[in-house]
């Protein structure tokens, strides 16, 4: 009897954590404005770029070229140089890539589950053409106490012109 009860109580659980995450909202779309095939990627993103946007590869920490980047400007999609990040949203995370509370506007990134290497993160992607970023997590700092891990591969940074 206790054996039935313990199995029923974890059911019960492991249905309720698969509802909750199930129904998460995604913010991924499933098309994009920019529309290219996989050999046009190849030609114009170096192949790191390409691993990370198209393949949702992962840079190693501490090894990109924007994670210890302090200039002020603005962050782009390496694949489609819409607007991502303002350096004004750039925090110290520790984690070894750049790190953003959060994107320059609204609807700038799309977010979706990844179940990748038996872990469930948020994926971040661009709106615009769907390159994978990084992941967002939720031990950010204030305002938003989100933290949007990204690959430098992914952005490309233009500094702020000096007044």
């Given at each position: 009897?206790?054996?039935?009860n313990?199995?029923?109580?974890?059911?019960?659980?492991?249905?309720?954590?698969?509802?909750?995450?199930?129904?998460?909202?995604s913010?991924?779309?499933?098309?994009y404005?920019?529309?290219?095939?996989?050999?046009?990627?190849?030609?114009?993103?170096?192949?790191?770029?390409?691993e990370?946007?198209r393949?949702?590869?992962?840079?190693?920490?501490?090894?990109?070229?924007?994670?210890?980047?302090h200039?002020?400007?603005?962050?782009?999609?390496?694949?489609?140089?819409?607007e991502?990040?303002?350096?004004?949203?750039?925090?110290?995370?520790g984690?070894?890539?750049?790190?953003?509370?959060?994107p320059?506007?609204?609807?700038?990134?799309?977010?979706?589950?990844?179940?990748?290497?038996?872990?469930v993160?948020d994926e971040?992607?661009?709106?615009?053409?769907g390159?994978?970023?990084g992941?967002?997590?939720?031990?950010?700092?204030?305002?938003?106490?989100?933290?949007?891990?990204?690959?430098?591969?992914?952005?490309?940074?233009?500094?702020?012109?000096?007044?």
């Amino acid at each position: 009897m206790k054996l039935i009860n313990i199995t029923t109580l974890f059911i019960t659980i492991s249905l309720i954590a698969c509802g909750q995450q199930n129904s998460k909202k995604s913010s991924i779309k499933n098309q994009y404005t920019v529309n290219k095939t996989e050999a046009e990627w190849r030609s114009i993103l170096a192949p790191m770029q390409f691993e990370v946007l198209r393949q949702k590869g992962t840079e190693r920490a501490f090894t990109g070229d924007l994670w210890e980047n302090h200039e002020k400007g603005v962050y782009y999609c390496a694949g489609c140089q819409q607007e991502l990040f303002s350096s004004e949203t750039k925090f110290e995370s520790g984690s070894g890539w750049p790190s953003f509370y959060q994107p320059i506007k609204d609807g700038a990134v799309g977010v979706g589950t990844d179940t990748s290497y038996g872990m469930v993160r948020d994926e971040v992607v661009c709106s615009n053409c769907g390159g994978h970023l990084g992941h967002v997590f939720d031990d950010g700092p204030a305002p938003t106490g989100l933290r949007y891990c990204m690959n430098s591969a992914a952005m490309k940074f233009e500094k702020k012109a000096k007044k």
